[in-house]
Structure formats: structure tokens, C-alpha cells
């Protein structure tokens, strides 16, 4: 147990020390962000901040994490996912740089290279023998899906690296919303670990090793909110949102929480669903439901101060995945697809 606390710590440690290296590489080889015209107008004057922080966050999490991992196949899975994602983010923030536009990686091909990420899922999840049922809390009902499930799973990995993706919007947004959704499916895993030993057999070792990803990307995120807290002296990027909603998705999946990812991740589905209810609000009716989307730039446009918009996300998401936490301790720890 103690080594889940150490694997927080030493990433937290890691990215604090070398945030400033860090920073100041992207500095001098002008890794800036560039603004788009059409968003508020106060961010202009973030043009240039140094961006693709996500490396830091990634790079802080790999270190703490391998020297202390078991190697079980969940935890690769997660670890690899993330990897995966955040590789999609650097591609698409490195288009943005060459070209010195804030366009990158067309969407069809994001959408592509998550497939290819959904089906090595997919595939890891069949290797390891994970249910295709999915567990309705409250009815304690599992329905099964057969084949569907692995089309569940695309629409989990994607919906939630494109939820984080859009949250980053705002100085420790998206840092702060995630670390919040990663503590909670690591608390799962832990409750999990603790409640699965018995006088017949041991605990599940693999949850304490998937406890340990987790920890490991809460403390690298941690260490680079330290530098991300408004005003902000780096951003994560698409590397950095990309490799959290993917590890997120990835930790739902392999935990079988996969509804609880609708409270676990209530903040990230909010602002994309604002998204989408724009669009369609715009094109069907030529009006527009908000201000501006995602939603805070909505409160931004009403003139909201991005640390009030930052905190109070926080707060929501905090209460969101609180009442996902008190469902999962309520009805599922006894959903036998855990073991």
C-alpha cells in the first residue's frame, strides 16, 4: 500500500524539480501556443506560452511508475493507453507549432488513431478475460453487450480524450478536473485490493499494481499544475489532455466501472455535450445556446474570472465523482467481474 504513496510523491517530486528545465527548453525552442482569434479575447495574451506540457507529465509519471510496478496486464494496459493517447496529443500539438496555427491533426485521423487504441484495448481486455457485460447500479443489473461492448469501449476512449481535450480551456482546468477523476478510480482500485481478500484466497493483486498508474499520473499532474496554476507558465497541450482522458477511459475499463465514467468523469462529458448542443442549436436554428463553447468560456464571455471558473469546475467535479465514488462502494464491489 505504501508503495502507491511513494509512486505519487516521487512523480510530484519529479516534475516540480524539472518543470523549470523543462519550461525553459520549450522557451528556447519556441514550443509556444498559439491563440485562436475567435476565442475570448483576453487569452491573446497567452500567445506563446509554452505548451506540449503533457511531456512533463508523462515523463514524471513513466519514472515513478515502472521502478514499482508488478507488470500485471491491467496496469500495461492503462499505462499504455495513456502513452498511446498523449503520442496522438504530440502530434497534433507538434502540426500546430510547424505551422504556426492553431489547426493540428485533422479529425478524422484523431478519430482513426483512437480506433487503432480502442482495438489494442479491445484486445487486452479479451486477453484478460473482462466480462462484455456492463453493471447498472441501483437495479444491480448486468447487461450483456456481446460485440457491442467493444464499440462501448471506442465511445468510452474517445469521448473522454476529447472530453479532457475541450476542458483545457483555462489556466489548471483541465490539471485540476483531472486529478480529481484519477484519485477517484485510484481509490476505487485500492477499495478493491482492500475488500478482495478472503479466508479462501488472497487480494487481487492487480488492483494495488493499477493503484499504481494512477498514483503515478495524479502525482506528475500535481507537479505540473504547479507551473500550470494561473497565471500559467506552461500548458499541457493535446499531449498532456490526450494521455489523461485516455488513461482515465482506460482505468474505467479496466476497473468495469464503465457508467460510473458518467459521474467519474461528469465535468469532461458537460463541456463536450455544451459543444455539441451548440453545434446543433447553431446549424438547426441560427441561434446559439451559449456565449461561447465549451462551457467556461461561456462563464468567461459573462465576466467570470478564470480562477473563479477554475475553482468552481473543480468543485462540481469534486461532487460529481464523490457521488460515483458512493455508488461504486455501494453496488459494486460485490459485481463479480471485478476478480
Request: aromatic fraction near 12%.
Amino acid at each position: 500500500m505504501a508503495r502507491v504513496l511513494v509512486a505519487a510523491l516521487v512523480a510530484m517530486i519529479i516534475a516540480i524539480l524539472s518543470g523549470p528545465t523543462f519550461i525553459a527548453f520549450l522557451r528556447r525552442n519556441e514550443f509556444g501556443q498559439h491563440i485562436r482569434e475567435e476565442g475570448p479575447q483576453r487569452h491573446l495574451e497567452k500567445q506563446g506560452t509554452p505548451t506540449m506540457g503533457g511531456l512533463l507529465i508523462m515523463a514524471a509519471a513513466t519514472i515513478a511508475f515502472l521502478p514499482l510496478s508488478d507488470y500485471t496486464a491491467p496496469a500495461l494496459t492503462i499505462f499504455g493507453t495513456a502513452l498511446a493517447c498523449g503520442l496522438i496529443g504530440f502530434l497534433d500539438d507538434f502540426i500546430k507549432l510547424r505551422h504556426r496555427r492553431s489547426l493540428g491533426l485533422p479529425g478524422r485521423w484523431k478519430m482513426l488513431m483512437l480506433l487503432a487504441v480502442t482495438v489494442a484495448v479491445g484486445y487486452a481486455a479479451h486477453h484478460q478475460g473482462l466480462s462484455h457485460e456492463v453493471y447498472v447500479p441501483v437495479v444491480r443489473t448486468a447487461i450483456p453487450l456481446g460485440w457491442g461492448w467493444y464499440v462501448l469501449l471506442f465511445l468510452i476512449i474517445a469521448g473522454a480524450v476529447n472530453g479532457v481535450n475541450l476542458t483545457d480551456g483555462l489556466d489548471g482546468l483541465a490539471a485540476g478536473t483531472g486529478i480529481i477523476a484519477l484519485t477517484t478510480l485510484t481509490a476505487m482500485a485500492v477499495t478493491i485490493y482492500i475488500r478482495s481478500g478472503t479466508a479462501t484466497h488472497g487480494r487481487i493483486g492487480n488492483r494495488l499494481d493499477l493503484a499504481f498508474i494512477g498514483a503515478a499520473l495524479i502525482g506528475a499532474t500535481i507537479g505540473f499544475l504547479w507551473f500550470n496554476a494561473f497565471p500559467a507558465e506552461v500548458f499541457m497541450g493535446d499531449t498532456g489532455a490526450m494521455a489523461i482522458g485516455g488513461a482515465v477511459a482506460a482505468m474505467a475499463i479496466m476497473l468495469k466501472v464503465e457508467l460510473l465514467l458518467l459521474f467519474v468523469g461528469g465535468i469532461f462529458a458537460i463541456n463536450a455535450i455544451s459543444v455539441m448542443l451548440q453545434v446543433l442549436s447553431f446549424k438547426w436554428w441560427g441561434r446559439r445556446i451559449f456565449l461561447m463553447a465549451p462551457l467556461q468560456h461561456h462563464f468567461e464571455m459573462k465576466a467570470w474570472s478564470e480562477t473563479k471558473i477554475m475553482v468552481r469546475f473543480w468543485i462540481v467535479s469534486a461532487i460529481f465523482c464523490a457521488a460515483g465514488f458512493a455508488l461504486f462502494y455501494k453496488y459494486f464491489l460485490g459485481f463479480r467481474s471485478h476478480t
